[in-house]
């Protein structure tokens, strides 16, 4: 059913512009078991695992040659971690432009977690849920030449 749903909200709503999923987030009780389970005995292959400012780790596998990547996002409720919302897993999708898709799905009625979208120093994103609650992060990545070296 989540993938179904995807599909539909990938085919169907975003049909005007180029969107892609890149990432699945799967709720995890410890990053190093999960990544060991997924390495060792599934044969996936380490794609990610960046420590970045305050202590977030970003990990993520996938099978060998592809490009769709599974992060292993550890649950937590603690308003302080900027993860709160790790309590379900998320589906994430990269599209030319978040703030445009973001109003289009407004007007069709969906529901956002914010008010606008976010500007982070990876991209633009914003987040929704469908009826049942699976989350739904699109982001839009910024030009690497615009990055600071």
């Known amino acids: 059913m989540l993938i179904s749903t995807c599909l539909y909200?990938?085919?169907?709503?975003?049909?005007?512009?180029k969107a892609k999923i890149t990432h699945f987030a799967l709720v995890v009780k410890n990053q190093d078991a999960a990544l060991d389970f997924y390495?060792?005995?599934?044969?996936?292959e380490k794609k990610a695992d960046i420590t970045g400012p305050g202590g977030y780790r970003w990990v993520t596998v996938g099978p060998?040659?592809?490009?769709?990547?599974?992060?292993?996002?550890?649950?937590?409720n603690d308003p302080n971690s900027g993860?709160?919302?790790?309590?379900?897993s998320s589906i994430f999708m990269d599209v030319d432009d978040v703030k445009k898709a973001f109003d289009e799905l407004k007007a069709l009625g969906v529901?956002?977690?914010?008010?606008?979208?976010?500007e982070h120093a990876y991209g633009i994103s914003a987040t929704f849920?469908?009826?049942?609650?699976?989350?739904?992060?699109?982001?839009q990545r910024p030009d690497p030449s615009a990055w600071k070296k």
Do not use: R, Y
């Not at 909200?9 to 512009?17: G, L, P, R, Y």
């Not at 993860?83 to 379900?88: I, V």
């Not at 849920?129 to 982001?139: A, E, T």
């Open 111 to 118: 529901q956002f977690k914010q008010v606008k979208p976010d």
């Open 129 to 139: 849920s469908d009826p049942d609650g699976n989350l739904f992060q699109m982001n």
């Open 64 to 76: 060998k040659n592809q490009d769709l990547e599974l992060m292993l996002q550890p649950e937590t």
């Open 9 to 17: 909200t990938h085919v169907i709503i975003f049909a005007s512009m």
């Open 39 to 44: 390495i060792q005995k599934v044969g996936f």
């Open 83 to 88: 993860s709160s919302q790790w309590h379900s």
